[in-house]
């Protein structure tokens, strides 16, 4: 059952480097004056509207993220979960073959 701790280790850490791109994604947004959203009349309101749908993306994408990461960290646990049932199996099995002989 190595191999299935091993993924169990790999998606668990795959999960965490999610978790934690979704983190320190809301750090990503620009800023409004990247947009142009200090300028003048028009041009201001739409770099204004173009800086608030950046940022919420970025907040969507980030609860995304952690999401998905925290979806990885289960499949992690259940794989673990699986590798011990078999690891069980295995037992029971060759604790049965060994009485019959």
Do not use: I, N, W
Not at 24 to 36: H, N, Q, S, V, Y
């Amino acid at each position: 059952m190595k191999g299935m701790h091993d993924l169990a280790g790999r998606l668990a850490a795959a999960g965490d480097r999610l978790a934690d791109a979704g983190a320190t994604l809301g750090g990503r947004d620009p800023g409004a004056r990247a947009f142009g959203a200090s300028g003048p009349g028009r041009l201001g309101e739409l770099g204004r509207d173009l800086h608030a749908l950046c940022a919420e993306a970025l907040a969507a994408r980030a609860r995304e993220a952690a999401a998905h990461g925290a979806r990885l960290a289960d499949v992690a646990a259940t794989v673990r979960a699986a590798a011990a049932a078999y690891a069980a199996a295995d037992e029971a099995a060759q604790a049965r073959h060994d009485r019959t002989r």
